[in-house]
């Protein structure tokens, strides 16, 4: 006579090891650390008070934390007819350098790829321009706008 084996409406087969997990259980990297949820929380901030700041200033939100297959722009804001992608950094001390210095070419690129697949997806319906602007905000000065900071890159095919 078989046996009955439980009812799992569609899901993965239980297992049969009474000491193996019936469900695989989150990894240790996918659960962040205290210091990682301090450093999201305090670059949202960051992003909260560049946003802010630009917005005295005269730009239009569009998006915050725009996600991509190959990163993340932190701001996207509208200055007339140009799209403003806005790298935002912070540093609580320059004694490991100012955060402008935390900008290096590969993470310029990534920016510029994301920023170029946005722009393929819905930015060149709105905008007639695209510039590149930098945020930089350290410890609680008032934040640093550096405007065109850098030019588009064009991946070559």
């Given at each position: 006579?078989?046996?009955?084996?439980?009812?799992?409406?569609?899901?993965?087969?239980?297992?049969?090891?009474?000491?193996?997990?019936?469900?695989?259980?989150?990894?240790?990297?996918?659960?962040?650390?205290?210091?990682?949820?301090?450093?999201?929380?305090?670059?949202?901030?960051?992003?909260?008070?560049?946003?802010?700041?630009?917005?005295?200033?005269?730009?239009?939100?569009?998006?915050?934390?725009?996600?991509?297959?190959?990163g993340e722009l932190d701001?996207?804001?509208?200055?007339?007819?140009?799209?403003?992608?806005?790298?935002?950094?912070?540093?609580?001390?320059?004694?490991?350098?100012?955060?402008?210095?935390?900008?290096?070419?590969?993470?310029?690129?990534?920016?510029?790829?994301?920023?170029?697949?946005?722009?393929?997806?819905?930015?060149?319906?709105?905008?007639?321009?695209?510039?590149?602007?930098?945020?930089?905000?350290?410890?609680?000065?008032?934040?640093?706008?550096?405007q065109n900071a850098w030019l588009l890159t064009l991946?070559?095919?």
């Open positions: 006579m078989r046996s009955k084996s439980p009812k799992n409406n569609g899901q993965a087969p239980l297992s049969r090891i009474p000491w193996a997990p019936a469900k695989p259980t989150p990894s240790a990297e996918s659960v962040p650390s205290a210091r990682q949820r301090h450093i999201r929380h305090s670059g949202q901030e960051a992003e909260a008070r560049a946003q802010t700041f630009l917005q005295h200033h005269g730009l239009a939100p569009i998006a915050r934390n725009y996600r991509c297959k190959c701001l996207l804001m509208a200055d007339g007819d140009t799209a403003v992608v806005v790298e935002v950094r912070k540093r609580r001390s320059s004694s490991h350098g100012h955060p402008l210095e935390t900008i290096d070419p590969f993470k310029r690129q990534r920016i510029s790829l994301c920023a170029q697949l946005w722009w393929i997806r819905q930015g060149q319906r709105q905008f007639k321009h695209l510039r590149f602007d930098v945020v930089s905000i350290l410890n609680e000065t008032e934040p640093q706008w550096i991946c070559k095919p």
